[in-house]
């Protein structure tokens, strides 16, 4: 599994001559960054006196931020998997018409189930800023940098999502799966950047940039 | 060291109640995923009867992104180390004015050095984006989200890495090394942002968004 490889061998395997893992599993990847911060932000609040009021509020941010971290840290597997399978759909036979056939099935199939694991990863990666939108606003100031730091790799595990959604949305042929998949993308990226948005002005004004 | 644990373990440091690793380190991890996949675009494009005009350039920048991908690779410790200086300098007694004195200069040394990281890691940075722009529009097409994916972790790497600088420079007196650091912080942005938006219009247009 791509998470229990070292960060230099992930690095390795990403710049490999292999097209996975690709920019797929780097998507999954800044958005577990994201949502590990915006957990280190709550666990720098809890248990300290000056936000003990704040306390059920930041214990609850926590553990909504673990699940999605737990989440993210699997879909960086399976993403680079749901391409391994496009991939096998395009090796098998060719040779008769029924083959043809079958084989073009399969890559349809695999190309469907490519394009929903970046979806799922563009879903996730809105929790962690809905989250972590909170968390900046509320939680130990101190930490602000981080905190927006997780903003920042949440937002870009998004839009890096999309350009799977969109390179695999472009070779499939069912109009309807396209088209409802370009109104989920488009809606999610839509709150995506308006909660990068609400938080970078908190920011800016915290960092007095 | 950070880079030598697994994905998993270090997101699991990253989430943890300590300030260190933090938004810092992953600064540096993105430019590394940015800077790995540009040299996966160029492993792709390499070899390729295709692309056998190109070779002696992809060959030349393959090698710049590598060297990238080690100087960002070694950054996620650095940072983390350089903010552990700023930790063990505020931990130094203040009894006597004396020790004040020298607490307080060891301090200003530490977010100086603290400073000088993540400025580095934002030139690393823009560096990846360079490169990384020509690999995009000559490289080829087939990874375009690949190389796309590269450019947004590049890019949030530099945006990541100037939140640290910012921080640091709020606890900096020396007014001169203000100015300098804010100077040169402007100015990669500057050109970072410029490089991502070039790159922004190409990918759009090859990928139909």
Redesign the interface.
Known sequence: M???????S???Q????S?SP??GA??A??G??G???I??VC??TIGRKRYKHLEPQMLASRQH??IL?AQL?DL?DRDAGAYDGVMAAYRLPKQTAEDQQMRSEAIQVGLEDATRVPLETMDACLKVLTVGESVLELGNP?????G???I??AH?GM??AA??V??NL?AIQDEEFIQESKTRMAALKAAGDNARLRSWAL?EER???
């Open positions: 791509l998470a229990e490889l070292s960060v230099r992930f690095l390795g990403l710049a490999g001559g097209a690709g920019g780097t998507a990847l800044h577990a960054q949502a590990a911060l957990a280190m666990n720098l931020v673990q971290l840290t960086i101190n930490v602000v940098s981080d927006a730091a997780g920042l790799a870009t839009l890096t350009l799977n969109q390179i472009n920011v960092l007095g940039m």
